[in-house]
């Protein structure tokens, strides 16, 4: 029997990634369900309303989608497209026991460093069982499919409770705890002239440069 990949994940999570500087989006689900034509899984729901969108360890930036009220850049919108570009796949995904071909069957929620891009497979009708596929543009076979939810991906991503590395960028990986900024502390951080991962001065924070 099926089981919603989400449940009590993000509590667990949280054991390996404190939410000490987390903020809820306060996001209009029901308005993004309609925007979206379909809702979002439950673990991202609770992620987005303990943590925030934002960094883990400067190694990984959990996205955010936004209404159209918004001020806020959509992350999701822009990697999703970026994301959708590359599915479907010319060969099937490794993990992938069911995937669908259309060109829509990818949402994005996360990016990393090294272009790697995070996420749901929407492989069926319910996005509490959609499974996390990982973009690594970079290799000859760029997706890979994983049956577990964000959070639990997450999770298992810190503590290296899978069978590699699932991303070229290796920060995080077996790293045991993760640390999380919301995108607002971020800025708040480098608006003074600190770097938001290490605290110390940042030379180039605030700096202008004439574009191009």
Request: with cysteine; aromatic share 10%; net charge negative.
């Amino acid at each position: 029997m099926n089981r919603a990949y989400g449940r009590n994940s993000v509590a667990e999570l949280t054991q390996v990634l404190a939410p000490t500087f987390g903020t809820d989006e306060s996001i209009d689900w029901e308005l993004l369900s309609a925007r979206w034509g379909t809702r979002f899984p439950g673990d991202y729901i609770a992620f987005m309303q303990i943590f925030g969108a934002g960094g883990i360890s400067d190694s990984l930036e959990v996205l955010r989608p936004s209404s159209p009220s918004d001020d806020i850049i959509d992350g999701v919108t822009s990697a999703t497209a970026d994301a959708r570009d590359q599915w479907p796949p010319t060969t099937a995904p490794a993990g992938a026991t069911d995937t669908a071909n259309a060109e829509d069957s990818v949402i994005a929620w996360g990016v990393t460093p090294a272009a790697d891009t995070l996420c749901w497979l929407t492989s069926g009708t319910d996005p509490d069982l959609w499974p996390v596929a990982v973009l690594r543009a970079s290799l000859s076979a760029p997706w890979t499919v994983y049956p577990m939810g964000m959070a639990e991906f997450l999770h298992r991503l810190i503590v290296g409770d899978l069978d590699s590395c699932p991303l070229g960028e290796a920060t995080l990986w077996a790293a045991g705890t993760g640390h999380f900024l919301h995108w607002r502390e971020e800025e708040r951080l480098l608006g003074e002239g600190f770097d938001p991962w290490t605290g110390e001065p940042d030379p180039l924070a605030n700096i202008k440069f004439d574009s191009p």
